[in-house]
């Protein structure tokens, strides 16, 4: 009963459930802004109605996911305070510093210019109501930065020093913090992948009203635009993900090793890339797999000769550096985390290279199940984020803070079991009735599809009835 009731395992639960759960409007609300800023700027500049409907239509969609997101946020934070008060104590001078920058100065940018393109339509000038939109996506692109700075402070802790006496780790150097490399490698990384997921949900919707042969003016350039940022930002993710993995290569080697189950510190053709692999029950010895040789090895190091440490031999190293213990994440998570992550993004991309070759020179797909194929894909890169992020941070256990603290040692000491389970329960009955709202209000959106196109008046081209996009 002890090892059901574990505040220590109810703890990781309630924070890995609640922040995915908060993960799943982060991305489409990154998107959805910077997509509803590209139609308004289409607008402005062509004064076409179609596009001033993609604007008022998709602003919709961006708005209710921004409201989720703040919603479900909130929540986050409570759970540092109740569940991880020895973490929060440790790294609170660090870790807060880039928290209160992105509260302080992104989030009041989000919360100003939003309530100004808002309420905004017929009271400032175009351009300058244009602005206001492009400056609400500058919030969201700006807020993830400094949340990514604070999450990679985990990763590679750097810009600190501890306070013995205190048991703390102390900020020397914000620069060094928002500097961090795995922050400029996750950043782009992170925003071109949310765009993915926007991108995704354009297509969804549009390929849903094409399919009944409604809204063809307007969701025709839609799922256009959608088709090619998919295919753009994924190229886009591919690259900075490499990036990315070459920081992690050089900051947390037993990552890397864990993403390919690799136990054995291995060279050039031997550093190969397993596409499947079966082993026996403790993932120690590979019975079967499928394999590309010098991949990893050039994932790991750019070059094909580049060593690749392997589990045992980081594992020795570890118990040196950081004394006893067992410094190996769990296997089999970090492998097919990585491998989905990898498999679900490429599936995304493919379908959108196909959606564009059949929908070339004006074409319709002849199959409806090409058109069910368009509006199911949607999820595909939202989950490659989601594993994508269980492989961030599955990956660096059993630290909570790489190399300064463990998961084990950051719970709340004076919190029960017990006490953890009946907010979890608390969370997902509260949880379970705002995904039911928004489902419903984006479903009753999506599938109402654009309103008629406005009236506009002559002389400052703007609607000339006040616009309403909540």
């Not at 961006?62 to 109740?82: C, S």
């Not at 603290?405 to 329960?425: E, F, Q, W």
């Amino acid at each position: 009963m002890n090892g059901i009731l574990s505040p220590l395992v109810l703890s990781q639960w309630q924070f890995g459930l609640t922040t995915i759960y908060h993960f799943l409007f982060i991305p489409i609300t990154i998107g959805m802004a910077t997509t509803t800023a590209v139609f308004q700027t289409a607008w402005f500049r062509t004064a076409k109605p179609k596009y001033l409907q993609l604007t008022q239509f998709f602003g919709k969609i961006f708005l209710i996911n921004f409201a989720m997101g703040v919603v479900t946020g909130i929540v986050q934070e409570f759970q540092f305070g109740m569940n991880w008060s020895t973490y929060s104590r440790f790294v609170g001078d660090v870790f807060g510093a880039p928290l209160a920058m992105e509260g302080l100065l992104a989030f009041f940018l989000e919360a100003t210019f939003i309530g100004l393109w808002i309420f905004g339509w017929d009271k400032i000038s175009r351009r300058a109501h244009l602005a206001t939109i492009w400056l609400t996506a500058a919030g969201t692109i700006i807020s993830a930065f400094f949340i990514l700075a604070a999450n990679a402070f985990m990763q590679n802790p750097v810009g600190y020093t501890i306070d013995k006496a205190r048991g703390r780790a102390e900020l020397t150097d914000i620069w060094a913090v928002l500097t961090n490399k795995v922050a400029l490698a996750a950043f782009p990384h992170t925003i071109v992948a949310s765009f993915m997921v926007s991108a995704a949900l354009v297509i969804c919707i549009a390929a849903w009203h094409l399919s009944r042969n409604q809204h063809q003016d307007t969701m025709r350039p839609a799922l256009k635009f959608g088709l090619w940022t998919m295919v753009g930002s994924g190229i886009l993710t591919v690259l900075t993900g490499d990036q990315l993995g070459l920081a992690m290569v050089s900051t947390q080697p037993m990552k890397m090793a864990a993403a390919e189950a690799l136990y054995k510190t291995s060279t050039g053709a031997d550093a190969s890339f397993s596409i499947f692999t079966l082993g026996t029950p403790d993932g120690v010895n590979e019975l079967f797999s499928i394999r590309i040789p010098y991949l990893l090895s050039f994932l790991s190091t750019h070059t094909l000769n580049g060593t690749v440490e392997g589990i045992n031999d980081l594992q020795a190293q570890y118990q040196t550096l950081y004394g006893p213990g067992d410094y190996t994440p769990i296997i089999w998570i970090t492998y097919w985390a990585f491998r989905w992550m990898i498999g679900l993004g490429m599936l995304a991309v493919i379908i959108s290279i196909i959606g564009l070759w059949v929908t070339r020179k004006g074409r319709s797909p002849r199959h409806t199940w090409m058109w069910r194929v368009a509006v199911w894909a949607f999820p595909l890169p939202l989950a490659a984020m989601i594993v994508g992020w269980i492989f961030t941070e599955m990956g660096r256990q059993p630290w909570i803070v790489f190399s300064l603290l463990k998961t084990k040692d950051a719970v709340s000491p004076n919190v029960t079991g017990l006490d953890v389970l009946i907010s979890i329960l608390a969370f997902t009955a509260i949880y379970g009735t705002l995904a039911v709202v928004e489902f419903r209000l984006l479903k009753r959106a999506a599938q109402k599809g654009p309103d008629d196109a406005p009236a506009l008046d002559e002389e400052s081209g703007r609607p000339a009835e006040t616009v309403t996009v909540y």
